[in-house]
């Protein structure tokens, strides 16, 4: 092969190569792929569990979650409180009222502060404090009372809510602890609220996942029966799905 044969060769790769190159990026541009604003699509049972917004939550189980409750992060929690109010017995009023014994009193009762006519109207349709009455306030303060002086984001995490209701329930809290509800319990672990459940609950939701059919109807006989209908169908009859795909041989 001359050289001036090799160089043709080699100028031809060359312009080949270079050709490829460059319809590469004309149709690049022509042919745009469009551009994604938002990929894949929106789950919204995830998005409400991390935002906590106005969106559907898991309903907490006070009975499950106050006793293994964090209040030491409660009281950390309490931090964006205390710019208005004061937690400690015989403390002052401030742009808040005292919260010393607040779970379990009287909405809007706390001697010598003047409370908004929203607080009051919500104080004539409410005799106490609750647990999930102060976790829906403290949610969103503004969206719960119309009209209330409590000019507060709110906490959006439940986890946050749960651990504050338990700190301000060792402040002079009145009101017990409910027995837990397995109902309740089972429904919030599947929206993501740390719950840990009880010995019966703990058990019915394993035993239908793995066992399938005998456990389906099992099931029917776990104390949750309001859960039971629907949970027992979802996980038992995925087990079926799973067994059979599971059996080939
Ligand atoms: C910007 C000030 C401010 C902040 C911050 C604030 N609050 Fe309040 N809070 C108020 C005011 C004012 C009221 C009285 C509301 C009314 O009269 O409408 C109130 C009322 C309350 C009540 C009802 C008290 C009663 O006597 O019935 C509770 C419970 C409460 N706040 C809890 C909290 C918690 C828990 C936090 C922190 C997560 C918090 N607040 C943060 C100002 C505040």
Redesign the pocket.
Known sequence: MSDLTFNKVAGAVLATGLAIVGLRELSAGVFAPPEIEKPGYLVEVAEAADAGGAAVEAPIDWGTVLPTADVAAGEA??A??????VVDQGGAN??????FG??G??????PG????????D??GKTPV?TYEQ?NI??KA?QKT?G??????V??KKPE??IN??AY?RSKGGSLPVPAPDPAVAAQSSEGGVPAPSGPDAGQAAPGAAEAGKPTATGSTAAPAVGAGGPTGQGPGASAEVKSKTANPN
């Not at 964006?80 to 109010?85: A, L, M, P, R, V």
């Not at 009209?147 to 507060?152: H, I, L, N, V």
């Open positions: 929690v309490f964006k409180c205390k710019s208005c109010h401030g742009t808040g009222p005292g919260l607040v779970v009193a009287k909405p809007g009762a706390h502060f003047g409370y908004s006519s929203g607080m009051a919500f104080a404090w102060l306030f403290i303060p009372i009209g209330t002086k409590m000019t507060f709110g906490l946050d809510r504050v209701i301000l």
